[in-house]
């Protein structure tokens, strides 16, 4: 089930009920899933009601669908505009690394709501074709930067772009997806954002050994 276009908020009076909504429901469906949130929840914490949910996005499936789409175009957008293109190989992949890392670390409904829809084995992203090819730009970016690296013989030649973007997930989505559980187990419950500058730095060196020559 695919909307057919992206709803990108729009910030104007007029759609502000909207927007409302839509930010609303990415808070429930972070906390709650598909199943678990509720149109009536999100009228409510929209301050509006269920009916005025259904004129705006028809139903809580194809609203889903639109925000599991919106969170995936803003990281992939915000990534475009580092212009890595511009920098020097090592540079470029060092940038993206940390940025990457933050990313995540600062926006965790992004790894909760990914979190639901891998509860759901991936049955939106399965189908949803625009998911696939907005996602694309990012091993396009990586590729951009290893075939450059890989000119001057200072990455390896079989090192692959996706998995690269796989070694660089992994670090930034554990950071914040099992925060909870490895701070009270290993970090004596400290807040895990004390531990954001040393996990950054570890995933650089990490990704910098993996694709060196």
Not at 7 to 30: D, G, N, R, V
Not at 98 to 115: G, M, N, Q, V
Not at 118 to 126: A, I, S
């Amino acid at each position: 089930m695919e909307p057919h276009e992206i709803y990108l908020p729009e910030h104007s009076a007029e759609a502000s009920l909207k927007e409302k909504i839509f930010f609303s429901a990415i808070t429930l469906f972070a906390e709650f899933g598909l199943n678990g949130a509720r149109m009536e929840q999100i009228a409510e914490k929209a301050g509006t009601t269920k009916r005025m949910v259904v004129y705006h996005f028809k139903s809580k499936e194809l609203l889903y669908v639109q925000v599991l789409e919106y969170v995936y175009t803003q990281i992939r957008g915000a990534e475009r505009k580092l212009n890595l293109a511009t920098l020097p190989p090592v540079e470029a992949m060092v940038r993206l690394v940390e940025w990457t890392f933050d990313f995540h670390a600062t926006h965790p409904d992004f790894i909760r709501i990914i979190c639901m829809e891998n509860m759901q084995r991936g049955r939106f992203v399965k189908e949803s074709t625009f998911l696939r090819e907005i996602n694309r730009s990012a091993l396009d970016l990586l590729e951009d930067i290893l075939s450059r690296g890989q000119e001057k013989q200072l990455f390896s030649t079989a090192v692959t772009a996706k998995d690269v973007h796989r070694l660089v997930s992994s670090f930034s989505f554990y950071h914040v997806a099992n925060s909870y559980t490895f701070s009270n187990l290993f970090e004596e419950g400290r807040d895990p954002a004390e531990y954001t500058d040393h996990y950054r730095k570890m995933a650089v060196q990490v990704v910098l050994r993996y694709v060196g020559p």
